[in-house]
């Protein structure tokens, strides 16, 4: 099953998006199991930037995949990304914004809280 349901604060997890349904088992929160190659704990609030990164580096984000019941995302859009695409994004200067509630303390293992929190965003 998934491992700890808590967040990088150390509280329950919020779901990080349920339009568009995110996370790895599609269940609007960024739960992870060790089926889960790609660590998809970062709840981020993508930007064109990073969407563009991310197209550039082969995960083209935007492109509908109806087959998947993929819309394809835009800026704006909450989605758990990979800790790893995350991470390369951070150093590339397009690092978007963490929703830290909803992001699963499993990123810890790849990036540090104070990171997360430079780079946090709130819903106003």
């Known amino acids: 099953m998934t491992l700890a349901t808590k967040n990088v604060l150390g509280e329950d997890l919020v779901p990080c998006s349920f339009d568009p349904l995110t996370g790895f088992f599609r269940d609007g929160c960024c739960n992870t199991s060790a089926n889960d190659h790609g660590t ?24 509908p995949l109806p087959e998947h019941r993929f819309a394809g995302l835009k800026p704006g859009d909450r989605w758990c990304l990979c800790a790893n695409r995350w991470v390369e994004a951070l150093h590339a200067g397009v690092a978007p914004p963490v929703v830290l509630v909803s992001t699963h303390m499993k ?3 790849y990036v540090s809280l104070d990171e997360l929190r430079q780079h946090a965003w709130a819903p106003a």
């Open 107 to 109: 990123a810890l293992a």
């Open 40 to 63: 998809h704990v970062i709840c981020a609030r993508v930007t064109a930037d990073f969407l563009a990164f991310s197209k550039a580096r082969g995960n083209d984000l935007t492109t």
